[in-house]
């Protein structure tokens, strides 16, 4: 019989349903954690606490995912753990919160904004996703032993704790007495669903996409502009302040302005940095994924502060806020995070911020970023994803293979850099840019490219489709 080979990407282990992720998988997954567990206690004496310390689980919407998050919560009780089952469904910085308030591990049953196909688990601790270096361990403990089951685990509600970590990361009070439209917030019938109600009242607040829908709706809980056209069409009917989505589990957000215009992340970030550095005197470096933009860039260079870019995921943005090296941080799918509260990215703090950003400031969104592109410049950013018909197993290598066959120009302008970080970045002359990189969590390749017109924009992304099939034919 063949066993099904399981390896952690860029933020956990995803894979198809019934295919994949199946009840045996979870199991063996979990037995893995639970023996890398005894394991590192055995042989860090200061590391046997750890074998006390509780352990959250957590689950998203998904088919299943409770299910899939009780055999968790068995197999963690079979091997002695102290595993805690949330009572309900909440936001994956709920979980991370939780490890980062009681030293613990916090697991979480949730592909994030994959198709409804998927599922996955996330693994947090301090606060944030766990170091590549954890998942690595794990997967040099799968099937050393056979799964340990006991169904006797406790069942804790932990809903009322997040939602007083929202109140103190962004008070509603500095909100409410500025706010005279409707914010939409669409929930893309992802596990952020009711939260924003315990926040704002009724009469500031329009919420859709809020039933438990494990197909959600037909549309990837994905908040891109592809996925927004209900949001935006609500936004414009209701005459709304701004309208925010939140992702499948409720750690990232997709913006749009009071006209019903999208805003990419790599017009958003420019937008937070701007009032966190001016508003909220932060001072420190600025961090962001390679598949981020040019503007953050330039405000650091503006206002003297280090910038720095890491590979694609949230975990290394994580590691610098937690290390205290960076202040404010974010990756290009929309994730978001600055000094004051978790290294984590969440979509519910970072809608709040926005709302506050441009209450506070007395100006609509589409006015505060016409003040960042006047004084930065204009960023037209867009991703296109290919399916690939077998993942990438090099990524170093695939990037080396295209470097070899990169001209000396693209579109007629010189390439001013290269950058192998994650993938293959071209920075152009003038800062327009262009990234190939294999997905972490899926057989995709992802193309992404910025300049500071559409039509230039997309004329990249085309010259960057052939390129894929030079490095993966």
Known sequence: MTIDVIKFGTDGWRGLLARDFTFDNVRRVIQALADFIRDDAQKTP??????????????????????????????????????????????????????????????????????????????????????????????????????????????????????QYLRARVPPARILPKLRHPVVIDYLHGSGAGIMEKLLPSKNLIAIRTSHDPLFGGVNPEPIEANLGLLIEKVRQSKAFMGIALDGDADRVGVVDEKGTYYTPCQVYPLLIEYLVEAKKLRGKIVQ?????????????????????????????????????????????????????????DGLVTALMLIEMCLAQGRPLSALWKQVEAKYGASSFKRLDLRIHRP?????????????????????????????????????????????RPSGTEPVMRLYAETDAPQRTTDLLEVAKKWVAVGHG
């Not at 949330?86 to 994956?92: G, H, I, R, S, V």
């Open 46 to 163: 200061a590391k046997r606490k750890n074998l006390t310390l509780p352990i959250w689980i957590g689950y998203d919407r998904r088919f299943q995912s409770e299910s899939f998050a009780r055999e968790v919560a068995r197999v963690l009780k079979g091997n002695r753990l102290n595993p805690f089952l949330l009572a309900e469904t909440l936001p994956t910085p709920a979980v991370s919160l939780l490890t980062f308030r009681s030293k613990g591990l916090g697991i979480v049953v949730t592909a994030s904004h994959n198709p409804p196909q998927y599922n996955g688990i996330k693994i947090k601790s301090e606060g944030r996703t766990v170091p590549e270096g954890f998942t690595r361990m794990l997967e040099a403990h799968m099937d050393k032993t056979m799964p340990a089951l006991n169904s006797d685990f406790p069942v804790k509600s932990c809903r009322d704790l997040y939602l």
């Open 289 to 345: 994924s390679v598949s981020m933009g040019y503007l953050s860039a330039r405000i650091a260079r503006g206002r003297g502060l280090p910038f720095e870019e890491v590979p694609v995921g949230f975990k290394y943005v994580a590691e610098k806020l937690a290390s205290g090296e960076a202040v404010i941080g974010a990756e290009e799918s929309g994730g978001y995070a600055w000094k004051g509260g978790l290294p984590e990215r």
């Open 392 to 436: 990438v197993a090099d990524k170093t290598a695939f990037a080396a293979k295209l470097l070899k066959k990169l001209p000396k120009k693209l579109l007629g302008c010189p390439i001013k850099e290269t950058v192998q970080l994650d993938g293959l970045k071209v920075i152009l002359e003038g800062e327009a840019w262009v990234l190939v």
